[in-house]
């Protein structure tokens, strides 16, 4: 059974349209996280979020909003998509925030964006 | 601002050629150095953690240690298999942000 799942693995799109990649996790954790792996292969952190908060990183635009239905999904939402935005996104998810623990990744979505 | 560099960036072994990895992190209080092995097309995949200065942890030909200002990936005579990008990660005391990674060595091991 996959732990981290995501949905599409890979998104082709134009520029100024809406996506969103899907996120789930079977592990029972409380905490999951986005990250977005750049065209040199670098990752970087975009939210974490459990049900108590949401962490965004500074360098985020606004145009991305996590949302979770329930606490074993956590899916990404992008708006108006440029061409910047291609990239590889990472779902991640941990037992609990921070506290030293082990993030277990997904397999990506591929996204690029025409 | 939490920082990690690992070098070198990509390295070339031969099959049974020890070497090792290294990752500098500069952090406000490390609350735990993570290591991942990401093979192409594929999320990262977690090999070991280390919390403070002196530990060391092993699987199979891979042996992590820790300073207080570095991380080493050792690996004893690799295996083609071994071939994969190694990413190092911290999180810092500031941590509900989640993990600073580096960009990785790219190593790649030839029969």
């Known amino acids: 059974d996959t732990a981290v799942s995501q949905t599409p693995k890979y998104l082709v799109t134009q520029m100024g349209n809406d996506k969103s990649i899907k996120c789930e996790q079977n592990l029972g954790h409380d905490t999951m996280y986005w990250y977005k792996q750049d065209s040199k292969k670098f990752l970087k952190i975009m939210f974490s979020y459990n049900n108590k908060e949401l962490i965004i990183n500074e360098t985020v635009p606004n145009r991305f909003s996590p949302k979770s239905p329930d606490k074993a999904h956590l899916n990404l939402h992008i708006n108006s998509l440029e061409l910047g935005d291609s990239a590889v996104y990472f779902c991640?998810?941990?037992?609990?925030?921070?506290?030293?623990?082990?993030?277990?990744f997904g397999p990506g979505t591929r996204l690029l964006v025409l | 601002e939490d920082q990690v560099t690992q070098s070198p960036e990509a390295l070339r072994l031969q099959e049974g050629e020890s070497s090792s990895l290294n990752c500098s992190y500069t952090?406000?209080?490390?609350?735990?150095l993570f290591w991942y092995r990401q093979d192409p097309g594929k999320g990262p995949e977690f090999l070991f953690t280390?919390?403070?200065a002196g530990e060391e942890k092993e699987k199979e030909r891979l042996k992590a240690t820790l300073t207080k200002k570095e991380s080493f990936l050792h690996i004893t005579a690799p295996k083609p298999e071994d071939s994969a990008t190694y990413l190092c990660?911290?999180?810092?005391?500031?941590?509900?942000?989640?993990?600073?990674f580096g960009k990785g060595t790219h190593l790649i091991i030839q029969p």
């Open positions: 952090v406000s209080g490390l609350r735990g």
């Open positions: 990660a911290v999180e810092s005391r500031g941590g509900a942000d989640g993990l600073t």
């Open positions: 991640a998810s941990s037992a609990t925030q921070g506290l030293r623990e082990t993030q277990y």
């Open positions: 280390l919390y403070s």
